[in-house]
């Protein structure tokens, strides 16, 4: 293990986890060198309504989709936690187990980031991991520039790093802003086809999708 290679946390409710966010990770992983992606299944979302699956039946998924990838790791702190899963909070303990110099990355799309002044402490995330921002093309960081909120727009152009290796500079305190692939999946696509009879193939791991039939969920 490179103990000085930054360690990418990847957060979401998995419901279920699709190729939209296996790609995310794998193409932040590449560019930032990352030692590791730990996908962290939240167990009761604070910001959201139940998940149609449990979330041992979430954590399954995730670890049956990146079985096969030596850079992902399945984290199950949160769904271990009892009451509401706070991104802060998994934050501080990942720092607590890692060091203090150790680099963190917080990867999520553009959308959640737009989002990031509603998150429980948001400003102390920042104290703890760079927030690393994917976005796909014909999704320009102009278009959702304009919709940030002031307070995130001030931390956004104060913290705002141009080289994706700059991660490795520091332990926190950083936003990137990378490209991805277009592969705008959604769950809510994949758990409309299996109540539908349709078929989600192509959009999710074989694996997953086997997971999903044997136990009869999203019907």
């Known amino acids: 293990m490179n103990t000085s290679a930054p360690i990418g946390i ?30 962290v299944p939240s167990g009761t979302p604070p910001h959201r309504s ?26 199950e702190r949160e769904v271990k936690r009892a009451g509401p899963g706070y991104t802060v909070d998994t934050l501080a303990e990942l720092r607590g187990e890692f060091g203090a110099s150790r680099p963190l990355c917080l990867l999520m799309g553009a959308d959640a980031f737009l989002e990031l002044a509603t998150w ?37 152009s104060a913290r705002l790093m141009q080289q994706p290796l700059a991660v490795h500079l520091a332990p926190a305190g950083g936003i990137l802003v990378r490209p991805i692939a277009a592969l705008d999946i959604a769950a809510t696509l994949i758990r409309d086809a299996v109540r539908a009879g349709a078929s989600p193939r192509y959009l999710l791991p074989d694996v997953v999708l086997d997971y999903i039939q044997s136990n009869r969920l999203y019907l």
């Open 10 to 39: 990847l957060g979401g409710t998995f419901d279920p986890i699709h190729f939209g966010h296996l790609r995310l990770a794998q193409e932040l992983g590449n560019a930032l060198k990352l030692e590791q992606a730990r996908f």
């Open 120 to 156: 429980s402490r948001w400003h102390e995330l920042f104290d703890l991991a760079h927030i690393v921002v994917a976005h796909r093309p014909g999704f320009p960081v102009s278009a959702w520039q304009e919709r940030m909120p002031q307070p995130l727009a001030k931390e956004y």
């Open 50 to 75: 139940a998940p149609g699956a449990s979330a041992a039946e979430r954590l399954a998924m995730v670890r049956l989709a990146i079985g096969d990838n030596a850079m992902f790791v399945a984290d």
